[in-house]
């Protein structure tokens, strides 16, 4: 198995600029959590996705931020518009028990916001 | 609120040396508990996952052991070597279906 696929893996943008980020999670998996990672706060849970509906968008930090998960192979989280304090690393992971399940991430998309 | 916590924070070891970190939850109320493994801008990996009804899980030179009742969970990492370096971070499914991670343990295995 390919594992959870997520692109881009590193992204540059402008202040004001939108943003999409891709994930593609493990084949058989039904449940999908985007997370946010930085220094400062760790490791941040957006929003959780059980058979490709929200369940949890209570860590979106606002309404910038949107996630959809039009089918069972893909999502995207997209920030519109950008700023300079979303830069972080953002990680897909996909498990197959909803939360009671194995976790497993992808490699992440780095966010730069100038 | 769950709260998690890794300490140390940081640590450093000369390589063959048995080690172990740690990780503390305040809500004892779990399903299961996740250590992992980060290298620099790499993405996580699911080293051992221990469920709520389960004292320990081995895998290879790693031994996971939880304890609920007092809120602690350890990872035993034995004979260490240069390759082990990376951070490593728990997480906690708690009964408010939150997951919860703890800050990690920055480990490094000096040759």
């Known amino acids: 198995d390919a594992g959870v696929i997520q692109s881009p893996r590193h992204e540059v943008t402008e202040m004001g600029q939108e943003v999409t980020l891709r994930c593609k999670p493990i084949?058989?998996?039904?449940?999908l959590f985007w997370y946010r990672q930085t220094m400062m706060r760790g490791l941040e849970l957006l929003i959780y996705f059980n058979n490709n509906v929200p369940i949890d968008d209570s860590g979106m930090p606002e309404d910038r931020f949107s996630a959809k998960m039009p089918n069972a192979s893909f999502s995207t989280l997209k920030i519109q518009p950008s700023e300079p304090r979303d830069s972080a690393v953002y990680f897909c992971?996909?498990?197959?028990?909803?939360?009671?399940?194995?976790?497993?991430f992808g490699e992440g998309s780095r966010l730069t916001v100038l | 609120k769950q709260e998690v916590t890794q300490i140390p924070a940081a640590l450093s070891v000369p390589e063959g040396e048995n080690l172990v970190l740690n990780c503390s939850f305040t809500d004892s109320a779990i399903y299961n508990l996740q250590w992992f493994r980060q290298d620099p801008g790499k993405g996580l990996t699911s080293l051992l996952l221990?469920?709520?009804?389960?004292r320990e899980q081995t895998s290879g030179r790693l031994n996971a052991s939880l304890d609920k009742s007092s809120g602690r969970s350890t990872l035993y990492i034995a004979a260490s070597q240069p390759g082990d370096s990376a951070t490593y971070l728990c997480?906690?499914?708690?009964?408010?279906?939150?997951?919860?991670f703890g800050g990690g343990t920055r480990l490094m295995v000096k040759p």
């Open positions: 997480a906690v499914y708690n009964a408010g279906n939150m997951l919860t």
């Open positions: 992971a996909s498990s197959l028990m909803g939360r009671t399940g194995e976790l497993f």
């Open positions: 221990i469920q709520s009804s389960q």
């Open positions: 084949s058989g998996h039904n449940s």
